[in-house]
């Protein structure tokens, strides 16, 4: 299952501006809460791009859309965390905005308001099978199957990547999503993926299954190695019906939740690549959780910081 080698990591998803608004206890409905907020660069796809790179990975490009009022801040931020951006300017639709409601008093826990905006209008048009030309893996956010334009490149990238005999993986990105998506139609749609990264919830969710172990065992029926995040509690890995290894997160005092499974991923593939086993890529995953959640936003430093 390992990639191995010093190919690179392409990431197609979702590339977004991110409002975090910090708080201190329940919304006063009605009236005002205090917070403090920040605007910052954000997407599940963008993050585990860079993630990746702060990683090690030695090359990770980034296949997103964007609209024109954020084109050139997110191409700059991106290409500061050392990813190579291939961002389209949609000419119609914004920047995708998730507005992140942060709990400082609940241990960092969020809740987002998601515009997606440009984000979801990737499609075909933007896919060549050029992008993989090096790649060594190829990672797919599960954000492109909330809309037909996505599923569409999803479709596309998959099967180029089956041709070439390039491994893919993806994660399912959001449990409220996936509701409305539908489970068995969500697991249709990645036939063909080798690696499920989904968090505690969304494999619970996508099973049937309360048990975090029992979930991702019986995902891993059907999707060759999953990976299931569960916060605090570290990581499930599971392959043939069965959890092979369970590795503990460090112990950290959350600041903000944002982002710890994109982090959790981008490490993860980083060190696939570099020729980790799973359980050794499971644990650089959770290093990079607990460093992320230490931060405000869903990114790792810039290099230069």
């Given at each position: 299952m390992?990639?191995?080698?010093?190919?690179?990591l392409?990431?197609?998803?979702?590339?977004?501006?991110?409002?975090?608004a910090?708080?201190r206890?329940?919304l006063a409905?009605?009236?005002d809460?205090?917070?403090?907020?920040?605007?910052l660069p954000?997407?599940a796809?963008?993050?585990?791009a860079?993630?990746?790179?702060?990683?090690?990975?030695?090359?990770?490009?980034?296949?997103?859309?964007?609209?024109?009022?954020?084109a050139?801040w997110?191409?700059?931020?991106?290409a500061?965390?050392?990813?190579?951006?291939l961002?389209?300017?949609?000419p119609?639709?914004?920047?995708?905005?998730?507005?992140?409601?942060?709990?400082?008093?609940?241990?960092?826990?969020?809740?987002?308001?998601?515009?997606?905006?440009?984000?979801?209008?990737?499609g075909?048009?933007d896919?060549?099978?050029?992008?993989?030309?090096?790649?060594?893996?190829?990672?797919?956010s599960?954000y492109?199957?909330?809309?037909?334009?996505?599923r569409?490149?999803?479709?596309?990238a998959?099967a180029?990547?089956?041709?070439?005999?390039t491994?893919?993986?993806?994660?399912p990105?959001?449990?409220?999503?996936?509701?409305?998506?539908?489970t068995?139609?969500?697991?249709?749609l990645?036939?063909?993926?080798?690696?499920?990264?989904?968090?505690?919830?969304?494999?619970?969710?996508?099973?049937?299954?309360s048990?975090?172990?029992?979930?991702?065992?019986?995902l891993?029926?059907?999707v060759?190695?999953v990976?299931?995040?569960?916060?605090?509690?570290?990581?499930?890995?599971?392959?043939?019906?069965?959890v092979?290894?369970?590795?503990?997160?460090?112990?950290?005092s959350?600041?903000?939740?944002t982002?710890?499974?994109?982090?959790?991923?981008?490490?993860f593939?980083?060190?696939l690549?570099?020729?980790?086993?799973?359980s050794?890529?499971?644990?650089?995953?959770?290093?990079?959780?607990a460093?992320?959640?230490?931060r405000v936003?869903?990114?790792?430093?810039?290099?230069h910081?």
């Open positions: 390992n990639a191995g080698g010093d190919g690179a392409l990431v197609v998803g979702d590339v977004v501006t991110d409002i975090v910090r708080h206890g329940p409905t009605g009236t809460t205090t917070a403090a907020i920040r605007r954000g997407g796809g963008a993050n585990v860079c993630w990746a790179a702060r990683s090690g990975c030695p090359e990770v490009r980034l296949l997103g859309r964007v609209g024109a009022d954020a050139a997110h191409e700059e931020e991106l500061a965390h050392g990813v190579r951006p961002l389209t300017v949609d119609v639709a914004p920047t995708g905005t998730v507005i992140c409601l942060v709990d400082s008093g609940a241990g960092g826990e969020r809740t987002f308001l998601t515009d997606s905006g440009a984000s979801l209008r990737l075909p048009g896919w060549s099978d050029s992008l993989l030309d090096g790649v060594a893996r190829l990672h797919l599960g492109l199957l909330f809309s037909e334009p996505g569409a490149v999803v479709a596309a998959l180029a990547a089956r041709a070439r005999g491994p893919a993986s993806l994660d990105a959001s449990a409220g999503f996936l509701k409305e998506l539908g068995d139609h969500f697991l249709h990645i036939d063909g993926v080798d690696l499920l990264l989904p968090s505690r919830d969304e494999a619970c969710l996508l099973t049937g299954r048990r975090a172990a029992d979930a991702a065992a019986e891993s029926r059907r060759p190695l990976v299931a995040t569960h916060g605090a509690r570290g990581a499930l890995v599971a392959r043939s019906g069965a092979t290894a369970r590795v503990p997160a460090p112990a950290v959350p600041l903000d939740s982002g710890a499974g994109d982090a959790f991923t981008g490490a593939l980083a060190a690549i570099a020729g980790a086993e799973p050794a890529a499971a644990a650089a995953g959770c290093r990079a959780g460093e992320a959640v230490a936003g869903g990114r790792p430093p810039r290099r910081e």
